[in-house]
């Protein structure tokens, strides 16, 4: 069974400030893939982002970077140089291969971006 | 608007009632996936379909639960004598490929359902 656990239930941070996201997950198999969605108060999910397991190069996008660590199973996500519009809940998620992509997600970060 | 979308955004109902919803996936994708998702909890997977084939549903989904994708284009979630544990954002997305790796599942506003 896959797993993932996001332990900050919720952070607050002052604008401008870097802010980080632990995700940490659980699965046997060794192909699979990682995914950060945004929920904005609007309730929608946006895509962030997707790592394979094969891949563990890191990623950054504008303010956004990836940390992807096999070793220690986990794939953490810094929003640099926070803006008010950066607040919303947060979350991992894992598929594995072969189970027609499902995703298995954490239980959420909420963010707080204050001036 | 291209993106996913599902009707009604809110529903309000009386136990013992049946609700039904609908998703309208992006177009060319061809698999569509119903989540539900609970207060301050992420989505839960209850069934995915490949085009009209229903192909797994997950032992959340009570017999109450029915689902269809008819022509492999919208879909519909149908909850018959619904309880308060029901109550719930019922959030279907959609995804292009049949590969793993083209799996990125692009999700609707999603529907709240409220069970009195």
């Known amino acids: 069974a896959q797993k993932v656990t996001q332990a900050q239930t919720e952070i607050s941070v002052v604008e401008k400030e870097d802010v980080t996201l632990d995700c940490v997950y659980e699965?046997?198999?060794?192909?699979?893939?990682l995914f950060w969605y945004k929920q904005p108060p609007s309730g929608e999910l946006v895509f962030l982002i997707r790592r394979n397991s094969f891949d563990e190069q890191n990623e950054i996008s504008g303010r956004y970077s990836w940390n992807f660590q096999k070793s220690t199973s986990s794939f953490n996500f810094t929003i640099t140089a926070s803006q008010v519009v950066d607040s919303a809940v947060y979350f991992c998620?894992?598929?594995?291969?072969?189970?027609?992509?499902?995703?298995?997600f954490g239980t959420g970060t909420r963010l707080q971006v204050t001036l | 608007d291209t993106g996913v979308s599902q009707n009604p955004r809110h529903k309000i109902t009386k136990r013992g009632q049946n609700v039904t919803f609908r998703c309208d996936p992006i177009s060319e994708h061809n698999r569509l996936y119903w989540y539900r998702q609970t207060l301050g909890q992420g989505p839960e997977f209850l069934t995915y379909?490949?085009?009209?084939?229903?192909?797994?549903k997950s032992r959340l989904l009570s017999d109450r639960f029915s689902a269809e994708r008819p022509k492999g284009s919208f879909s519909t979630l149908e909850i018959q004598r619904t309880e308060q544990g029901d109550s719930a954002m019922y959030l279907c997305a959609s995804s292009h490929g049949f590969r793993d790796r083209d799996n990125e599942q692009f999700f609707g506003p999603g529907t709240r359902l409220t069970v009195l």
């Open positions: 699965t046997r198999d060794t192909t699979y893939y």
């Open positions: 379909f490949q085009n009209e084939a229903q192909l797994e």
């Open positions: 998620a894992l598929s594995v291969s072969g189970t027609a992509s499902k995703l298995t």
